[in-house]
């Protein structure tokens, strides 16, 4: 959406929801009553905002910025921002209303959850990068899940206030991307390379059975099978990277194919937690992607094919910029093992001894 329009409805909300709130207080007010909005005219300034910056404390650092009327994530290969969550986050800090008055003690700022060393930040800034709003974000407060203690950067004292969402440095949460959602019933085929046997791919027949083709012997699927084609049909990241940032060295590559022609090639790689991590001896599993077409005959049958293939060619397209860390458990879904193959081919030994015969 563009930026004016996003701000016309953020106007239009906050215009509605400050009437109902100041309706609803009538004369019961106290005198020395510290309700007021947090930030008295952001919505007016808001049009000067083009950098956008989340830190989970000392963790985590997620800056976005406004570049052709698009929020995207600079040192994210400059991932697309959902449109949606940056309206919800500006709308809040908008709404944001003071509760009451807290402490001005720094010493108590941690027992609020307000210590600068791990609370959450939220700054706005204009693009020559002077602050248009800075607050730090603490621990929930009695009186509901969205009132919390806060402290705006410029001011002394702490307060809780109302309608305080709260906001995460973890980029998949803001990131506008997705993982392609292949059926098994679209899936026609997986391909990989294992040591010691060389190229194995897992044909699915139209009828629905699967067989293992080995150097291009083809003999019964094994009873794993069946999962490896379900393992695309729903996955998701928990955090996204530039391709580039990433460690593929040693990455399985595994080739999918659907019967609409697209092929799309993974490199999944298991990388190990750094010392900054704190899960030493775990790995993190990342996958990335090309894609490319094969050729299809002009009356394939392409079951549960989407309505538009260019435009999903073009998604897809735009993923290749970045790796995806994915669970151990879909990596593991995702992995054809040389002991998938082996149980393939098990056989039962015959018993050729000699039946004793009994005469009658």
């Known amino acids: 959406m563009p930026k004016r329009g996003l701000l016309i409805l953020l106007l239009l909300a906050v215009g509605l929801s400050g009437a109902a709130f100041w309706l609803s207080q009538g004369s019961s007010q106290p005198v020395d009553s510290v309700r007021g909005p947090l930030f008295p005219g952001l919505a007016n300034e808001l049009a000067a905002v083009t950098q956008i910056e989340i830190k989970d404390g000392g963790k985590r650092e997620l800056k976005f910025t406004l570049a052709d009327d698009r929020w995207v994530v600079p040192a994210l290969a400059n991932a697309p921002v959902k449109t949606e969550e940056v309206r919800t986050l500006l709308l809040g800090l908008i709404r944001a209303e003071r509760v009451e008055r807290k402490t001005s003690k720094s010493d108590r700022f941690d027992a609020l959850g307000l210590d600068p060393a791990t609370a959450k930040s939220l700054v706005l ?10 607050v730090l974000i603490g621990s929930v407060a009695r009186g509901g899940e ?3 203690y806060v402290k705006r950067e410029d001011e002394a004292n702490a307060f809780t206030v109302d309608n305080v969402s709260p ?51 083809e003999t019964p699927a094994p009873p794993s099978a069946r999962e490896r084609f379900d393992a695309y049909g729903f996955w998701q990241f928990s955090s996204v990277q530039p391709r580039e940032d990433v460690d593929f060295s040693g990455a399985q590559k595994i080739t999918l194919t659907t019967y609409d022609g697209l092929v799309l090639v993974l490199d999944l790689a298991a990388v190990p937690f750094t010392p900054e991590d704190e899960r030493p001896g775990e790995e993190r599993h990342w996958v990335r992607m090309k894609i490319a077409e094969a050729e299809i ?64």
């Open 297 to 360: 005959a002009d009356d394939a049958v392409m079951p549960d094919a989407p309505a538009d293939l260019a435009a999903e060619r073009a998604k897809l397209a735009e993923l290749e910029r970045f790796a995806f860390e994915i669970s151990a458990f879909q990596a593991n879904r995702m992995t054809l093992t040389a002991e998938d193959v082996t149980v393939a081919n098990e056989t039962t030994p015959v018993d050729e001894t000699e039946e004793e015969t009994i005469e009658p």
């Open 167 to 217: 906001v995460t440095a973890d980029p998949s949460s803001w990131v506008d991307l997705s993982l392609p959602n292949i059926s098994s019933t679209r899936l026609k085929s997986i391909e990989t390379e294992l040591a010691d046997l060389g190229p194995v791919r897992l044909e699915k027949r139209l009828a629905g059975d699967i067989v293992l083709h080995i150097n291009e012997t």
């Open 125 to 134: 800034k204009a693009a020559d990068g002077e602050v248009v709003s800075s």
């Open 146 to 148: 969205n009132r919390r």
